[in-house]
């Protein structure tokens, strides 16, 4: 059984920055694929970035993508949403997820999820 905790969430004005982690409770991610999803209110998840379980691979969704940058750190037991030039629009909550089945997941295929961190974004 994987535990994912984010972290990171809160209020930033319209263009600041924000960086999301996720943390495996006793477990590195080398051996998963990786992916964050964010859910606005009265609107169904939606896909964000996903990492390849090898690390080699990464993918935005087109209304995150040169804005967004997922990524692995501290000893691969963390992963990292890093969020620049942040609109309104990306308010939501923001939500990890892993997956040792495949190499990678684009979708919400994904077995373990983490409980969510909100963002706010004001304008």
């Known amino acids: 059984q994987v535990q994912l905790v984010e972290s990171g969430g809160g209020l930033v004005q319209a263009g600041g920055s924000l960086t999301l982690s996720c943390a495996a409770s006793?477990?590195?991610?080398?051996?998963?694929?990786m992916g964050w999803f964010r859910q606005a209110p009265g609107k169904e998840r939606e896909f964000v970035a996903a990492?390849?379980?090898?690390?080699?691979?990464?993918y935005y969704a087109d209304s995150v993508k040169g804005r967004f940058t997922i990524s692995r750190g501290g000893a691969k037991n963390t992963v990292y949403l890093q969020m620049n030039s942040l609109k309104p629009e990306d308010t939501a909550d923001y939500y990890c997820?892993?997956?040792?089945?495949?190499?990678?997941?684009?979708?919400?295929?994904?077995?373990?999820w983490g409980q969510g961190t909100q963002v706010t974004v004001s304008s």
């Open positions: 990492m390849s379980r090898s690390g080699s691979s990464t």
């Open positions: 997820a892993a997956d040792s089945r495949y190499s990678l997941v684009l979708d919400s295929r994904y077995t373990y």
């Open positions: 006793g477990r590195t991610f080398s051996n998963y694929a």
